[in-house]
């Protein structure tokens, strides 16, 4: 039995370190607890993932001390194409395109690496006295009047006064509480890889929307691109089961020639596309955050940047009731959390959904309804701005950490 902390974080992925800085930064004690040791999660080994990070997003990372450990790594994303096609045909004559010099802060985002990220928060988790991290994994939780109790497969108990889980889609945290889940399987399968290119990408990302699903082509340093593209499962399966040379011959009619001849670098991984809501946030001295509480279509890119809002609203939410002299624990002040959160991401979860029904078929009334939409949206720049804003995360109630 170790002291009781006032936070127990369950998941050292992104968002559960991201969370475990910034409190820890605003005087509360933490534990993060993950399976994996450090040494599998801290691997540099290049292999292709990386992030789309909203202006906001970077915002958060800059204030926990992690943006100067991997801006150097980043790839300012300037400009942002999406076109509607078939493969091989190339794109429908009405497209979207927004420009980053129309709003004033700069860059509406950066891609990074996994590899940057998750390594750059390990180090600095390792440099902040008030976390202490634990290598084991969760068995049992158990919540009492004074706190709640963790039970690890080592036989180890931690306790602390409230839990936080991190733990991903399948979050252990939240079946242990209860906790219910609404979604449905989109019938796709996100490839993603990156590709090496002969051209300059110029810090372009492209989203090409096709019968089976979206491509998403988004710039790396150098030329190299990241890309998300989506099949339905049987025809991703087959995919996937290609060699490297037979997978380059399927996506280049898709990928097109724009930016030269392509090749693969690093490894291929398929994830299966659902929506996945947990139908509450909070429970007795327990918040859920990130893929624990929401887990959406990545047709946005906004996954890790809806979580680390999650994380900027919960450290507001906790910071402010210490600081007026409230139990950070109670019911009514995770009440907050929950509203805060809850329509923001309802509201993004019906965005991607809607989007990707729409987008991802070959029905010829909506396809010219949706290329004519896209035309009068790239043709009205106050509308345009507006869904450019979105795309930085500059809209909505922002947290402390994202203003």
């Known amino acids: 039995m170790e002291e009781t902390r006032d936070i127990l974080i369950v998941g050292g992925g992104l968002n559960g370190p991201a969370l475990a800085l910034a409190l820890a930064r605003k005087g509360f004690s933490v534990t993060v607890v993950d399976a994996l040791p450090e040494t599998v ?18 915002r958060l990372l800059t204030r926990i001390g992690i943006w100067d450990r991997v801006a150097g790594h980043s790839q300012p994303m300037h400009e942002i194409k999406a076109s509607d096609g078939r493969a091989g045909e190339g794109p429908a004559p009405f497209f979207l395109h927004f420009d980053s010099a129309e709003i004033e802060e700069g860059p509406m985002g950066h891609m990074l690496e996994d590899r940057y990220l998750r390594r750059a928060f390990l180090d600095t988790m390792n440099e902040e006295p008030g976390i202490h991290q634990v290598q084991d994994r969760v068995i049992a939780q158990e919540v009492d009047a ?23 889609r399948e979050s252990g945290t939240a079946q242990r509480a ?5 979604g449905w399987d989109y019938g796709q399968t996100a490839l993603v890889c990156a590709i090496g290119h002969e051209k ?15 491509l998403a082509i988004l710039p790396l340093p150098g030329n190299v691109s990241s890309i998300v593209w989506s099949e339905t499962h049987d025809s991703a399966a087959a995919i996937n089961a290609l060699s490297d040379k037979d997978y380059l011959d ?19 991984f398929a ?13 007795e001295r327990l918040a859920l955050i990130g893929d624990a509480a929401h887990g959406m279509h990545p047709i946005a890119g906004q996954g890790l940047n809806a979580g680390l809002r999650d994380v900027g609203a919960l450290v507001d939410v906790l910071g402010q009731a210490a600081r007026r002299g409230e139990d950070f624990t109670s019911p009514l002040v995770l009440d907050r959390y929950q509203e805060w959160r809850r329509f923001d991401v309802a509201t993004l979860a019906m965005a991607t959904d809607l989007t990707n029904k729409l987008f991802s078929n070959d029905n010829p009334v909506l396809r010219t309804a949706r290329d004519l939409g896209m035309g009068v949206v790239n043709a009205m720049p106050g509308l345009r701005r507006g869904f450019l804003r979105e795309a930085a995360g500059l809209t909505g109630e922002l947290p402390e950490l994202m203003r």
């Open 146 to 168: 004074s706190g709640v109790s963790l039970r690890l497969e080592s036989g180890q108990i931690l306790r602390g006064r409230l839990l936080v889980g991190c733990d991903g």
């Open 41 to 58: 999660r801290k691997n540099a080994a290049f292999d292709g993932r990386a992030y789309a990070l909203a202006l906001a997003s970077q």
């Open 271 to 283: 994830y299966p596309l659902k929506l996945t809501i947990a139908n509450r946030f909070v429970d």
């Open 250 to 268: 399927v996506l280049r009619p898709r990928f097109g020639d724009f930016l030269g001849q392509i090749r693969l670098k690093g490894k291929r």
């Open 200 to 214: 300059p990408h110029h810090g372009i990302a492209h989203q090409f929307f096709m019968p089976p699903g979206p």
């Open 178 to 182: 209860g906790i219910r889940r609404t």
